[in-house]
């Protein structure tokens, strides 16, 4: 019966990508345009120099800095202050890869992986201020609200985050790296190359499946906006263009940015390619986050 239905569904996939195939020839070329345009020059500077600034020790200096502040208030370990704060500078799903390096050299434990998770969502501020408050709302203000909502509903998480016990500080020893600088950047090249094509083939593949849905369900234009669960972009261009009020396409938008789409969530666990990884705890977090922000854009709207 498996056997079956896979056979039928794997017809069925090559009848919808045949049948529509100017349209997902159309998705692809946004998936490139995306990764080029908007995704890839905010990420590759900052994936680059993450690696650079992990082999030459950078993180001991920041983490005695916010050494209170990841272990007071979020407790998680102090060297997760440099996953946060580059997070927060060029957004999600280089948060995961962040994580995912400062495990593998032993800096922090699986479970700060987890709770960071939780917390460390940011979505590029260029991004939120720019191409959402600028291009989609035609509002500046807007963007900021956004903004401010999306990093104080995840502050809020992180908060509530502390209440765990299963808090373990390490003391890392130093990373004493007997490569060079030329050979240091080489890897750090290869491995956000590996990252970024990584990235394109999960936009490409969810806007293709976006494509498709959108041939079977065929939504009113006003409420194609929905696709953003999956592909946040997407779903915010249509949401740009759909007749609601700017309120309204503010507070969706916030949640969107918050929420991340299952794109997103497909990339972070792709880069952390870890099975002790639970993906609900990670799904509740990112749904919490996309309620509270659109909370805290209603009132910031009704303030100001």
Do not use: W
């Not at 345009?37 to 030459?56: G, K, V």
């Not at 922090?108 to 992986?113: A, G, R, Y």
């Not at 849905?213 to 929905?226: A, P, Q, R, S």
């Not at 969107?256 to 792709?270: E, K, M, N, P, T």
Request: net charge positive.
């Amino acid at each position: 019966m498996k056997k079956i239905l896979s056979i039928v569904t794997f017809l069925l996939l090559i009848y919808f990508i045949l049948s529509n195939s100017v349209e997902i020839m159309e998705s692809i070329k946004l998936s490139f345009s995306i990764c080029i345009n908007n995704l890839f020059p905010s990420l590759i500077p900052f994936m680059l120099l993450s690696n650079l600034l992990i082999n030459y020790n950078f993180i001991d200096d920041l983490s005695d800095i916010f050494n209170k502040i990841m272990t007071k208030i979020f407790r998680v370990n102090k060297n997760c202050s440099f996953a946060l704060i580059m997070s927060i500078m060029s957004g999600t799903p280089s948060n995961a890869k962040y994580l995912k390096d400062l495990f593998n050299n032993k800096l922090i434990s699986i479970k700060d992986v987890k709770k960071c998770l939780n917390f460390c969502h940011f979505t590029n501020p260029i991004f939120i201020l720019g191409t959402i408050g600028y291009t989609f709302l035609g509002n500046k203000k807007m963007g900021l609200i956004i903004l401010i909502s999306h990093y104080l509903s995840a502050i809020i998480i992180g908060l509530f985050n502390k209440k765990d016990n299963d808090f373990i500080s390490i003391e890392s020893d130093k990373i004493n790296s007997n490569n060079n600088f030329i050979n240091i950047l080489k890897q750090s090249i290869n491995s956000t190359i590996d990252t970024l094509f990584l990235i394109l083939g999960i936009i490409t593949t969810c806007l293709i499946v976006t494509c498709i849905l959108n041939n079977i369900i065929n939504l009113d234009n006003n409420y194609k906006f929905v696709y953003g669960l999956i592909e946040i972009t997407q779903g915010l261009k249509y949401l740009s263009l759909s007749n609601f009020s700017i309120e309204i396409k503010t507070i969706l938008s916030s949640f969107f940015i918050s929420f991340g789409g299952l794109c997103i969530h497909a990339q972070v666990f792709s880069i952390l390619d870890n099975k002790k990884i639970r993906y609900l705890p990670y799904f509740s977090s990112r749904l919490i986050h996309g309620i509270l922000s659109s909370i805290l854009t209603y009132l910031l709207i009704r303030i100001f």
